[in-house]
């Protein structure tokens, strides 16, 4: 029995797997942002997690004996198989979570080239042999999986993070527990069907629909899993490290963003505006690399905000999907409460609003904001919808400053033709990507992602051949033998 049933109606079933099979129970209704019935979810609870626990021990016996390179054929066949199916899960991203059509569809696209890349990995996965001054003696060391590892993904890419997390987890031959947001969980169950179908063994994906503070929780605590890796809210990571840190489990920390764009005189207005709307009213700004700060110089400030205001004013906000829509709605009415909330404290702070406020919640318009003193509210917080503040500084040391000065450190981006203002940007920035001339949206599955500061532990990164030394551990090996 498939675990998501009716997937096209609005009747749908929405179930965990443990060893390939659903799990959970009761029958509580799931609702899209803007209030209607998109599934049936089968909740799971606490005792759940050691079911799922001791199927992924079970299973990854095989699996971590598993060669490498068969690991890796089945992500790749996994990715075949996604591109196949790229509208039927985009129309699952955009049921819950809200995106339209087409970012959806770059979401799906994005989940295809990680499993591609990391299927790719298991014919490089490799070791290392240390020189040594004895004639019988090979010392060398290899990577070994962990063994059970925890996924514990946010709703805002509900399939891009869990592909991702599980590429360089299953490719390194771990097997998996995997918890969802409840916002949007229905991609993930998803997409451990479609790893089956491709031939991952049952149990070594595991997947779990339940509360955090249940069911979360106790994936962190669990004793069977060797590791975690969360991507999420700042508040919810540091409550993740102090468990896992008791019991000295590997942990990998994704948090929040507060990401700046910096314009220079010598950039062009409208590019950057347009640069700069991509980055802040994409994706209803619900994306951890989303621009929140502009710091731009004097000469070009006046042309930039008003470029940047006419361009949040032309977005069409609407269903996700209607194909005339640029942007959907946040993802549930609270998340418009707290969005709002920024801006009024903003406007209550002295902010102007260079743009309406007028659609009805959870839909919000983008918003461009002036006036804003360095210390302001929404400096300190991450905004998480699309909002922009715009920040004139007199120079560039200024505006590094001003970058530098959040408590965040995810990405930031220079808009620039002077190569040694970008290369003084590049070296001053602390955060974990910077950009030049580019929007601080997007990224390459084959380059290392990770923050700094309370963006991140930094202790790992995701992506790239970089995201399997979480997924790893190295063994060294002395071999000795006589003559
Ligand atoms: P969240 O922190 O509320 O929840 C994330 C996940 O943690 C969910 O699955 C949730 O159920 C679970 N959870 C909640 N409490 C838990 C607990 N006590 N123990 C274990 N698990 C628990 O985040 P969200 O609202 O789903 O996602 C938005 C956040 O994710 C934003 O802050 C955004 O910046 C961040 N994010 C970061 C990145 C990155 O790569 N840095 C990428 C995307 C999103």
Known sequence: ??????????????????????????????????????????????????????????AQQAWRRTPPPRR????????????????????????????????????????????????????????????????????????????????????????????????PALVAGN??????ALEAPGPSVL???????????????????GGGATVGAAVVAHPGIQAVSFTGSTEIGRQIAAVAGQRMARVQLELGGSNATVVLDDAEPDVAAELIARSAFGLTGQACTATSRVYCTPGI????????????????????????????????????????????????EGAVLHTPREAPPPFFEPTVLTNLAPGAQIFETEVFGPVVAV????????????????????????????????QTFTDEVRAGTVKVNEATTGNQPNVPFGGLKDSSNAAFKEQGSAALDFYTVSKSVYLRWAS
């Not at 020189?131 to 891009?160: D, H, K, M, Y």
């Not at 097997?175 to 969802?180: F, G, I």
């Not at 997409?191 to 779990?208: K, T, W, Y």
Request: hydrophobic share 50%; glycine share 8%.
């Open 1 to 58: 029995m498939s675990s998501i049933q009716n997937l096209a109606t609005n009747r749908s079933v929405i179930a965990g797997r443990i060893n390939g099979r659903p799990v959970g129970g009761g029958s509580r209704p799931l609702h899209g942002p803007t209030g209607d019935l998109v599934a049936h979810l089968s909740l799971s609870d606490v005792p759940d997690v050691d079911a799922a626990v001791r199927a992924a021990v079970d």
């Open 301 to 348: 400030a006046p042309a930039l905000v008003e470029s940047l205001a006419a361009r949040a004013r032309a977005v069409r906000i609407g269903a996700g999907t209607d194909p005339a829509t640029d942007i959907g709605p946040l993802v549930n009415p609270a998340a418009h409460a707290r969005v709002a909330k920024i801006v009024e404290t903003a406007v209550r």
């Open 72 to 167: 890796g054929e089945i992500l790749t066949r996994a990715a075949a198989i996604l591109a196949e199916r790229r509208t039927e899960f985009a129309a699952a991203i955009t049921r819950e979570e809200g995106k339209t059509l087409r970012e959806a569809g770059v979401e799906v696209d994005r989940a295809v080239d990680y499993l591609s890349f990391f299927g790719a990995e298991g014919w490089r996965l490799a070791g290392h042999e240390f020189a040594n001054l004895e004639p019988n003696l090979r010392i060398t060391s290899r990577r070994e999986p962990l063994g059970v590892v925890g996924l514990i993904t946010p709703w805002n890419f509900p399939l891009a993070i869990p592909a991702w997390k599980l590429g």
């Open 191 to 209: 997409l451990a069907e479609l790893l089956e179908s491709a031939g991952l063994p049952p149990g070594v994906l595991n997947v779990l629909i």
């Open 175 to 180: 097997s998996v527990v995997l918890k969802p």
């Open 391 to 422: 920040v004139e500084v007199s120079s560039l040391a200024e505006a590094i400053a001003c970058v530098n000065a959040s408590r965040y450190g995810l990405v930031a981006s220079i808009l620039t033709d002077s190569l040694a203002a970008a």
